[in-house]
């Protein structure tokens, strides 16, 4: 029987943040502190002629500007596993590819001074013919974004398996769909800020918001030139990512680095909402080719799928979003007949990047949109087509996805049961309807991005003399609780109260190293490593307490603060007691241990979650607009190790899912976005989120840390299908373009 793990305990933070004393980023100053601010492109597309910066340098209380001409001029990127795919330069040295693009920055004595700097500076450009539609920009003859990329493709995925044609001759219904989605902003409350220093002894300490700092400290050095251990890299609170702080180093890292060594002070630098908002990376917009085949028992016979992803100006994440977007064609359900063709195109435009989904929500639109009309064309029921295709545990499919364990059925049937879905589908009032959207997703990635990476996860338990246990994680917090996470399971490996666990975490002088928080990795990957650990460090306790129980460690348990003998509790000591004489037998040696996670490399991911979302909508006829009233979220995440947490996660995604499918739109004209603030980019507010029902579907799955798996970023993807088919169900009108809008609604309706 677990004892801390599997149960709903607050965090410890939680107080912390409420009454306003932790510390985040842009909460810190140190003595000497300058403010630093990036020059930005007001081009799309234009040639770097000239940067004349002698007048900002004269201006009273600057003290220093940079450019790119001082900069080692080093491409660098997420992906770098190869040259081609680092395709960015912090400065750029040669053109700018979209507006917003860096070009300088300054440092200050305060942040109005540094913005007056900027306006001093001359920039001379070159204009250059810009392209925005993905489409255009795969044309003969159209202009390209990176000259050393021919047809401005950035990443080109095809994936054949078992024979197209037979499945699709077999196939007694056939539909071809297309289906687009839009851009939308990560939108974290706390935007990217960091604070660097470069000491006397030629050491560079930065504090960035992030979600990966040994990717940071990786980049740092790189293009500065220093060897990785003279970075240090420390992430302290960090609210919210959601994928836009994964790419690793950021132009404001450099440039406070580059600014702090030229300066010998710290400088700081924070984005503004505006440059959050509309220069950092975005959900890719996807233009999604679909072609179904399905026997006449519902079984999936066939699936062709061409998707053209606008990546913008610059590589992130956006060639590994190609590539998922092939596995999520086939997630969650049974499918042999497959061909995928993913186009990832530059353009002048923001760069796409992770989004919570990675290409999940855009497909899964499409896939569970598509699922429905072709369930319409045989007669049956949606949910019944679905459970006749469900993965299930041992299922290996086409892409090389093995299934340890699967809750998808299970998903299925108590997500339908708890909605009333035989009830309600077809049967509610007009202008109300109920609609379902599925998902199957990764539990942590098997490929390495970095190939110099020591590890993908590791962990250290510390144990002092007195029982308290530190637990030192490369693992990033950025406000989903992953820290507490981990400490319940050092916690019940150990088999000791919560209270004695505290947690270091993400600073590359001192933990170990993690690569990071994107993929849904944490659980999985720093949970056993975690665990691996916290087994090494109670075996050497465990030989503390047999000596002095005079038996064997092997039959002994640690259990809620105590060590006795299996099958006699009343024989025991206290953990403290068995650290003391573990520490004794040792002679003063440490108690230390450290464990290390590396996924099987043979399969794409450890193990896989499963989602279902059953969505009931009202639309108002006369004006369009819809009305989430209640979703219903049945999620197999294994073994909940803190289902208080986990239902905080699946709530998070029911509000980015239902703000992706009907408000948050990045809209642009001529490359410049048109939106500046949370003023004019809609998320929803309190009362637009529905009642959220959320179910704990636990199935233990064999590679997870006590059985776990994730929690929260697959849970996104199907909450769109979910509300396109609930409005289907309220007016009939099938919305293949997001978001849906009440102009789009209204448009189909005839109104």
């Excluded at 992130?316 to 999520?328: A, E, K, R, Y």
């Excluded at 949970?527 to 691996?532: D, E, F, L, P, Q």
């Amino acid at each position: 029987m677990n004892y801390v793990v599997n149960r709903s305990l607050p965090r410890p933070d939680s107080r912390t943040k409420a009454i306003g004393q932790a510390a985040y980023v842009g909460d810190m100053s140190l003595p000497r502190m300058l403010r630093g601010v990036i020059l930005r492109s007001p081009w799309p597309h234009a040639s770097v002629l000239n940067v004349n910066t002698s007048r900002a340098l004269r201006l009273p209380g600057v003290k220093a500007v940079i450019t790119g001409k001082d900069t080692l001029g080093v491409t660098f990127g997420v992906l770098a596993t190869s040259d081609k795919l680092m395709d960015r330069r912090a400065l750029v040295t040669d053109k700018v590819r979209y507006i917003g693009d860096e070009v300088a920055a300054v440092a200050a004595v305060d942040e109005d001074t540094a913005m007056e700097a900027l306006a001093l500076i001359q920039v001379e450009y070159g204009p250059l013919s810009p392209v925005y539609d993905p489409a255009e920009a795969l044309r003969e003859g159209a202009p390209l974004v990176h000259g050393d990329k021919p047809g401005n493709v950035s990443k080109r995925h095809v994936v054949k398996a078992g024979d197209l044609e037979a499945g699709l001759r077999e196939s007694a219904v056939v539909r071809e769909d297309r289906f687009t989605t839009h851009p939308e902003a990560h939108s974290p409350m706390e935007p990217h800020v960091t604070l660097a220093q470069y000491d006397a002894t030629g050491k560079l300490t930065v504090w960035a918001s992030t979600q990966s700092s040994f990717f940071v400290q990786m980049d740092l050095a790189k293009t500065l030139g220093l060897p990785e251990g003279r970075v240090r890299v420390i992430k302290p609170h960090v609210g919210g990512g959601f994928g836009g702080k994964s790419d690793g180093m950021d132009s404001l890292d450099f440039c406070a680095s580059l600014l702090s060594m030229k300066t010998g002070c710290p400088v700081k630098i924070a984005y503004s909402r505006e440059e959050e908002l509309i220069y950092t990376r975005r959900r890719h917009p996807l233009i999604i080719e679909l072609k179904t085949g399905v026997r006449k028992d519902g079984t999936l016979a066939a699936r062709q799928c061409r998707a053209l992803l606008d990546g913008g100006a610059y590589n992130s994440w956006g060639p590994i979003t190609t590539i998922l977007s092939s596995n999520w064609n086939l997630m969650p359900y049974r499918m042999t007949n497959y061909l995928y063709e993913g186009i990832r195109v530059y353009t002048n435009k923001a760069p796409g990047g992770a989004m919570r989904g990675h290409g999940a929500p855009q497909i899964h639109f499409a896939v569970e949109s598509q699922l429905d009309m072709l369930a319409r064309d045989l007669g049956m029921d949606p949910i019944e087509l679905r459970l006749r295709n469900a993965l299930e545990a041992g299922d290996l499919n086409p892409l090389g996805f093995y299934i340890p364990s699967s809750g998808f059925r299970e998903c299925l049937e108590e997500a339908a049961r708890r909605a009333g879905w035989k009830e309600k589908w077809g049967k509610l009032p007009p202008g109300k309807g109920i609609g379902v959207g599925c998902s199957g997703f990764v539990c942590g990635a098997a490929f390495p991005v970095r190939p110099t990476a020591a590890a993908f996860s590791a962990a250290r338990i510390v144990i002092s003399g007195d029982g308290q246990v530190t637990l030192l994680t490369g693992a990033v917090d950025t406000g989903q609780g992953s820290d507490f996470t981990l400490s319940q399971i050092a916690a019940e490996e150990l088999g000791v109260p919560i209270e004695l666990i505290s947690v270091v975490a993400a600073d590359t002088d001192l933990t170990p190293v993690d690569m990071g928080n994107f993929s849904s990795r944490t659980t999985m990957l720093a949970g056993n490593a975690t665990k691996s650990a916290a087994a090494s460090a109670k075996a050497r306790v465990l030989e503390g307490a047999a000596d002095l129980l005079e038996a064997k460690a092997v039959d002994l348990l640690s259990q809620e603060g105590r060590i006795f003998v299996k099958g006699s509790p009343e024989r025991g000591v206290s953990f403290v007691e068995a650290v003391r004489a573990a520490y004794r037998m040792a002679k003063g040696q440490q108690i230390t241990a450290e464990g290390v996670y590396v996924p099987n490399p043979r399969l794409i991911s450890p193990s896989i979650s499963f989602s279902v979302q059953i969505a009931e909508v009202e639309v108002d006829r006369e004006t369009g607009q819809v009305q989430v009233t209640d979703l219903t979220s049945a999620h197999d995440c294994g073994v909940a190790i803190n289902p208080m947490s986990v239902e905080g996660q699946l709530e998070g995604s029911v509000y980015m899912g239902v703000g992706y499918a009907l408000s948050e739109e990045l809209s642009e004209v001529d490359g410049q976005s048109i939106q500046s603030s949370f003023t004019d980019y809609h998320m929803p507010t309190v009362g637009e989120m529905p009642r959220v029902a959320a179910l704990h579907v636990e199935v233990v799955d064999p590679e997870g840390p006590f059985g776990a798996k994730e929690a929260g970023e697959g849970t996104v993807g199907p909450t769109a299908p979910a509300i396109a088919n609930a409005i289907f169900d309220a007016v009939g009108v099938r919305l293949v373009d997001m978001p849906l809008s009440p102009e789009k609604v209204l448009r189909g309706t005839g109104s």
